[in-house]
């Protein structure tokens, strides 16, 4: 509850704050969005494309999502990844480790909703 002394346009400020999305916030529905989580029960598969990047295939209407790592994660493509998380989320905050022993441990930068032929293109890699 508000206190008393909060006025009518304030409070219209406050709910407005609220409920615009930002950028930060995206819910990554539309080509080029960014997300800082992806819910991996609305997962289809995971592929790694190469030892900087991950393909997600999402559920449904086959949305896609690729994730950047922060920088190249030598053996990701030929070893695969394991990642500790919560709430069943893979999120931007996450670190993977690679599937090997000594495996490296990798950060990613960004989770980008793409489209069908830019997942062809990397299915292709």
Do not use: W
Request: include cysteine; proline fraction near 2%; hydrophobic fraction near 40%.
């Amino acid at each position: 509850m508000f206190p008393k002394s909060f006025s009518s346009s304030a409070l219209a400020l406050v709910v407005a704050a609220v409920f615009i999305p930002s950028a930060a916030y995206a819910t990554g529905e539309n080509i080029g969005d960014t997300q800082r989580c992806v819910h991996l029960n609305r997962t289809k598969s995971t592929s790694v494309v190469d030892d900087s990047t991950i393909l997600i295939t999402m559920r449904g209407r086959d949305s896609y999502k690729r994730v950047d790592l922060r920088s190249p994660c030598s053996g990701i493509e030929h070893s695969g990844f394991g990642v500790s998380m919560q709430n069943d989320r893979l999120c931007t905050s996450n670190t993977l480790v690679v599937m090997q022993t000594g495996g490296a441990s990798c950060m990613i930068e960004k989770i980008v909703t793409i489209d069908e032929a830019e997942a062809a293109a990397l299915r292709a890699q």
